[in-house]
């Protein structure tokens, strides 16, 4: 696969709605980012916990 269609895969398949997970999640939550690149934290988790704080 050659970059160019590498970033146009990724493109394709990251919805708008996981996207805006992972911008609140750096967000409010900036200490979840490398449990979540590394899986040791879902995306869905980290989304769940940074709402929690922010709704505090």
């Known amino acids: 696969m050659t970059p160019e269609s ?9 919805s708008s709605a996981r996207i805006s997970y992972a911008r609140a999640v750096n967000r409010l939550c900036p200490e979840m980012v490398d449990a979540v690149i590394c899986g040791h934290s879902g995306l869905d988790e980290a989304y769940r916990e940074a709402n929690r704080l922010r709704d505090r």
């Open 6 to 14: 590498a970033k146009d895969f990724a493109a394709k398949s990251i």
